[in-house]
T-cell receptor, first 115, second 114 residues
Framework: AQKITQTQPGMFVQEKEAVTLDCTYDTSDPSYGLFWYKQPSSGEMIFLIYQGSYDQQNATEGRYSLNFQKARKSANLVISASQLGDSAMYFCAMREGYTGNQFYFGTGTSLTVIP | DVKVTQSSRYLVKRTGEKVFLECVQDMDHENMFWYRQDPGLGLRLIYFSYDVKMKEKGDIPEGYSVSREKKERFSLILESASTNQTSMYLC?????????????FGSGTRLTVV
């Protein structure tokens, strides 16, 4: 079974609108971390936001927030007030266990911001 | 600013050649990783290393090997390049243990095998 599932291959959003990128995960380990990365056309992966499995509150970083629903095993990324520079690929990733080294990545969502 | 540097952004090699992809990090991180990225498949782990001279296979190690002689350098080796190894290769490093330690990635190497 896939550890990370991103079901939206491509998304479009109007500039200044909010957009939600979906991510569901699969693990039986009670300790895990969830990450979102942005990959612009230049290729470099940029860390956006992190959520730990024991964190009580949803993570926020500027215009990025993570809608963490533990019972549903979902960790959706919300981008508020979209900008043209937000156009990129977005990857959800998970690390299992406190000592886990390997990250599992989803297949990514391509976001296009329309002026 | 912390940095992971991959030696080449673009590389074109011939089938059967031995190919070296180099990655250097300046953060004194224990862990280093090689992923390949293909459209529709996301990132898949090839190998990782948690210490000098230590290596672990990832999900798709066939056709690849790695070398870590120094803490800051992690090399990916394609023993005999094949066209199905045409891909984007991403190197990453990470501090030791800890929930919230994410990866720092390099800029990637786009390898074409002809």
């Amino acid at each position: 079974a896939q550890k990370i599932t991103q079901t939206q291959p491509g998304m479009f959003v109007q500039e200044k609108e909010a957009v939600t990128l979906d991510c569901t995960y699969d693990t039986s380990d009670p300790s895990y971390g969830l990450f979102w990365y942005k990959q612009p056309s230049s290729g470099e992966m940029i860390f956006l936001i992190y959520q730990g499995s024991y964190d009580q509150q949803n993570a926020t970083e500027g215009r990025y927030s993570l809608n963490f629903q533990k019972a549903r095993k979902s960790a959706n990324l919300v981008i508020s007030a979209s900008q043209l520079g937000d156009s990129a690929m977005y990857f959800c990733a998970m690390r299992e266990g406190y000592t886990g080294n390997q990250f599992y990545f989803g297949t990514g969502t391509s976001l296009t911001v329309i002026p | 600013d912390v940095k992971v540097t991959q030696s080449s952004r673009y590389l074109v090699k011939r089938t059967g050649e031995k190919v070296f992809l180099e990655c250097v990090q300046d953060m004194d991180h224990e862990n280093m990783f090689w992923y390949r990225q293909d459209p529709g498949l996301g990132l898949r782990l090839i190998y990782f290393s948690y210490d000098v001279k230590m290596k672990e296979k990832g999900d798709i190690p066939e056709g690849y090997s790695v070398s870590r002689e120094k803490k800051e350098r992690f090399s990916l080796i394609l023993e005999s390049a094949s066209t199905n190894q045409t891909s984007m290769y991403l190197c990453a490093s990470r501090r030791g243990l800890g929930y919230n330690y994410g990866y720092t990635f390099g800029s990637g190497t786009r390898l074409t095998v002809v």
